[in-house]
């Protein structure tokens, strides 16, 4: 069984996970997560609590397939039903290279280890840090966590309800111990998606934990 326990983050068995802490998810962003930007000095408090940090960014072509703007009639945060399920549409955002897809520039996460990139084929979406939303495309992260030997991950960011549960989700289906650090984390919250995503998280066995949590436990050991 694997060890629950927040004072046993060893360096090289736990890694915290920093998803999508970009410009186009923070407040004024294209696709804008309401409050997003409190998430900011969290993570930077956090991610002196590990040794091994890995980040995340979402990186589109323009022509990406889950953009409404791609879909003549269609308009954000419709449904629409491409082969491998069903895609919400989404505003233009975090365009490779632009600035809505750069990292917050206050993230100061110097000792982060690996930038995964995700969302980067036109032809499909991609919310999991570990697979693509085909379901079959993997990022590399899950052998990469399990070459360096890591058992736990620990997980914040953004948006709650999307690519954090989804990357939550998969990590425990690989096998790996996960976290949720729910401070360090906002939510879009489309038509009770938030709600859902806990309830998901739940049911798979991911725990839901308080930065302070994490933190005090660091000081203790």
């Known amino acids: 069984m694997p060890d629950n326990r927040i004072d046993m983050m060893k360096p090289v068995e736990d890694v915290f996970l920093a998803v999508d802490v970009q410009y186009d998810f923070m407040p004024g962003g294209a696709l804008a997560v309401a409050q997003g930007d409190e998430v900011v000095p969290v993570i930077n408090r956090l991610s002196r609590a590990f040794s091994h940090v890995v980040?995340?960014?979402?990186?589109?072509?323009?022509?990406?397939?889950?953009?409404?703007?791609?879909?003549?009639?269609?308009?954000?945060?419709?449904?629409?039903?491409?082969?491998?399920?069903?895609?919400?549409?989404?505003?233009?955002h975090c365009v490779q290279d632009t600035h809505g897809a750069a990292?917050?520039?206050?993230?100061?996460?110097?000792?982060?280890?690996?930038?995964?990139r995700k969302g980067h084929h036109a032809h499909v979406d991609s919310y999991s840090a570990f697979l693509e939303a085909d379901r079959a495309t993997p990022t590399g992260l899950e052998g990469y966590l399990r070459n360096v030997g890591a058992k736990r991950v620990w997980i914040a960011g953004l948006a709650t309800d999307y690519c954090v549960a989804w990357s939550a989700l998969d990590a425990r289906a690989?096998?790996?111990?996960?976290?949720?650090?729910?401070?360090?984390?906002?939510?879009?919250?489309?038509?009770?998606?938030?709600d859902k995503a806990w309830q998901d998280m739940r049911d798979a066995g991911v725990r839901r934990v308080s930065s302070e949590e994490i933190l005090n436990a660091r000081q203790t050991t």
């Open 55 to 92: 980040l995340t960014q979402d990186w589109h072509p323009r022509a990406h397939v889950s953009f409404a703007a791609n879909h003549a009639g269609r308009e954000p945060f419709e449904t629409m039903t491409l082969p491998y399920g069903e895609q919400v549409l989404w505003p233009v």
């Open 103 to 116: 990292l917050h520039r206050d993230l100061h996460v110097p000792h982060a280890r690996l930038v995964i």
């Open 174 to 194: 690989a096998g790996f111990d996960v976290t949720v650090i729910e401070d360090a984390c906002r939510a879009i919250d489309l038509d009770g998606s938030l």
